[in-house]
């Protein structure tokens, strides 16, 4: 209880800063990989990636990002910018042998319900070794009841395990907007708990910028842009960033394993 007073509490005071600020946003033209980083906590892979541990870099390999805004690029300067556009420029840049696709499917505004109709379409028809499901920021926005919110969740997990994809769930940004809301963290440990119930990988997006802000590392404005909400050029490529950092993580303990069993 005491730590979700104080992250309520920080969020609140970053969001007057920015309401109160008119600091333009600090362009960084060419990122450095190193200034994404967070502590090993923050990114941990304790979700069963087994296609992503047996595949990435070893064959063809191909990623649906599915979601809202964030995941389409809303913010970003161009649709290269990204964050699935930037995580496959760096997943092939690690692993210049294998072919590594990744598929856009975002679409801004969309909450889930929405989303999980699509997957047919936009998921199963592509038929993706890895998912990566951006959720909750529209239906906080809409202040759509958790229950409801919750069991949505959990069906669509279920549809996406069923089929065999492995997944990461991403929860929503650390920006002015969402943090002023009350049922803000409600949807982020919503998320983190559904996660850990069924076994999947979470991507701490919220935790993460939390933490960038929080330290000094970036600005709000180096991360959101003038609209409160949506991510920056640089916070998209940060996201991307670390994102191929779980996958390769995941991808070396496959073949620690492999070694470990030949060496026996």
């Keep these: 209880m005491v730590r979700t007073r104080a992250i309520i509490g920080?969020?609140?005071?970053?969001?007057?800063?920015?309401?109160?600020?008119?600091?333009?946003?600090?362009?960084?033209?060419?990122?450095?990989?190193t200034a994404?980083?967070?502590?090993?906590?923050?990114?941990?892979?304790?979700?069963?990636?087994?296609?992503?541990?047996?595949?990435?870099?070893?064959?063809?390999?191909?990623?649906?990002?599915?979601?809202?805004?964030?995941?389409?690029?809303?913010?970003a300067s161009g649709p290269?910018?990204?964050?699935?556009?930037?995580?496959?420029?760096?997943?092939n840049q690690r692993f210049p042998e294998a072919?590594?696709?990744?598929?856009?499917?975002?679409?801004?505004?969309?909450?889930?319900?929405?989303?999980?109709?699509?997957?047919?379409?936009?998921?199963?028809?592509?038929?993706?070794?890895?998912?990566?499901?951006?959720?909750?920021t529209n239906d906080a926005t809409a202040n759509d009841a958790i229950q409801h919110f919750e069991s949505s969740l959990s069906a669509g997990i279920q549809q996406l395990k069923v089929k065999g994809k492995d997944i990461i769930l991403m929860s929503?940004?650390?920006?002015?907007?969402?943090?002023?809301?009350?049922?803000?963290?409600?949807?982020?440990e919503t998320i983190r708990s559904d996660a850990q119930r069924y076994g999947v990988q979470l991507f701490?997006?919220?935790?993460?910028?939390?933490?960038?802000?929080?330290s000094g590392q970036f600005d709000v404005t180096d991360l959101i842009i003038g609209d409160g909400l949506h991510m920056t050029d640089l916070g998209y490529y940060?996201?991307?960033?670390l994102l191929a950092d779980m996958l390769e993580t995941a991808g070396k303990r496959s073949e620690e394993h492999t070694s470990e069993l030949q060496s026996h």
């Design 238 to 241: 940060c996201t991307a960033i």
């Design 172 to 188: 929503p940004q650390f920006s002015p907007r969402m943090n002023v809301r009350s049922n803000q963290l409600l949807y982020i």
């Design 36 to 75: 994404c980083a967070v502590p090993p906590a923050l990114i941990r892979v304790d979700g069963p990636l087994l296609r992503t541990a047996t595949r990435l870099g070893r064959r063809p390999f191909r990623i649906v990002a599915i979601g809202s805004s964030s995941t389409e690029g809303a913010g």
């Design 80 to 91: 290269e910018a990204s964050y699935p556009a930037v995580l496959a420029r760096e997943l």
């Design 99 to 136: 072919r590594i696709a990744v598929f856009n499917k975002g679409i801004g505004g969309e909450r889930i319900d929405a989303t999980i109709a699509r997957f047919e379409k936009d998921v199963f028809q592509l038929n993706p070794d890895l998912v990566i499901w951006q959720v909750g």
């Design 10 to 33: 920080l969020s609140a005071f970053m969001a007057a800063i920015w309401l109160a600020s008119s600091a333009p946003l600090r362009a960084q033209e060419s990122p450095d990989p």
């Design 204 to 214: 701490r997006r919220f935790d993460i910028m939390n933490f960038w802000v929080a």
